[in-house]
C-alpha cells in the first residue's frame, strides 16, 4: 500500500513569521479597541463592585452591618444586618437588637445588674454541658496513695532483696500509669459528660 502526500511545504519557514506578525497585529488592535472603550466609558459610571471602606474613613453611615452571632446549634456564624429591612421594620427594632446583644456579651440581664438568661431569643434555653472529672481525679489520688504505700512498703522490707525488686518492679508499673493519667489530655477524654 503506498501513500502519496500532496503539498508543497518551501512555504513553512516565512509563514510562521508572517502568522507571529499576524497575531501580534490582532493583539495590538484588541489593547487599543480595549484603551477607546475605556476613554469613551469614563463618563459613564462604573460598574459597582464590592470593596470595605471604613464607616470611619467615608463618613457615612454604613449600608448595612455585618455581625457575629450564634446560630440554633450553637456554632458562630456571620449575620446581615440588612437596611432596607430594617427601614421596613422599623430603625428601633434593629437598635433594641443590638442593645440586647450587648447586654448578652457584657453578662448583664434586662435591668443591668441581674446575670443574663442564656438563651437565643427565641424562648429556646441555651444548651449546656458539663465534663465531670470527679471519677478520673478518684482514680489519679488511688495512684498516689499507692505509690506511697509501695515506697513506705520498700524502706520497710530493706533487708528482703527478693522482696524489695518485686515492690520497686510494682512502684515501677504505678508510677509509669500516673505518669499516663496525671495530665489535663486524659482528664479530657475520660471526663464523663452530661447535658
Do not use: W
Request: net charge neutral; hydrophobic share 25%.
Amino acid at each position: 500500500m503506498a501513500m502519496q502526500i500532496n503539498g508543497n511545504y518551501d512555504h513553512s519557514g516565512t509563514d510562521y513569521a508572517e502568522r507571529v506578525k499576524e497575531k501580534q497585529a490582532v493583539e495590538r488592535a484588541a489593547k487599543e479597541a480595549e484603551r477607546a472603550a475605556e476613554g469613551r466609558g469614563s463618563g459613564k459610571l462604573s460598574e459597582l463592585q464590592d470593596e470595605y471602606i471604613s464607616s470611619e474613613k467615608s463618613g457615612k453611615k454604613p449600608t448595612g452591618l455585618y455581625r457575629v452571632g450564634q446560630d440554633e446549634n450553637g456554632s458562630r456564624k456571620i449575620f446581615f444586618d440588612d437596611p432596607k429591612a430594617a427601614c421596613a421594620d422599623g430603625k428601633e427594632n434593629l437598635r433594641s437588637t443590638h442593645l440586647n446583644e450587648e447586654k448578652e456579651r457584657s453578662g448583664e440581664g434586662e435591668d443591668g445588674k441581674e446575670p443574663k438568661i442564656s438563651g437565643n431569643g427565641e424562648g429556646k434555653p441555651a444548651e449546656k454541658c458539663v465534663a465531670n472529672t470527679d471519677k478520673v481525679d478518684r482514680e489519679i489520688k488511688r495512684l498516689k496513695e499507692k505509690k506511697q504505700q509501695l515506697e513506705q512498703q520498700i524502706r520497710s522490707a530493706s533487708g528482703d532483696e527478693k522482696k524489695v525488686r518485686e515492690l520497686e518492679k510494682k512502684l515501677a508499673q504505678v508510677e509509669n500509669e500516673l505518669r499516663q493519667k496525671d495530665n489535663d489530655t486524659y482528664r479530657r477524654q475520660n471526663a464523663s459528660v452530661s447535658g
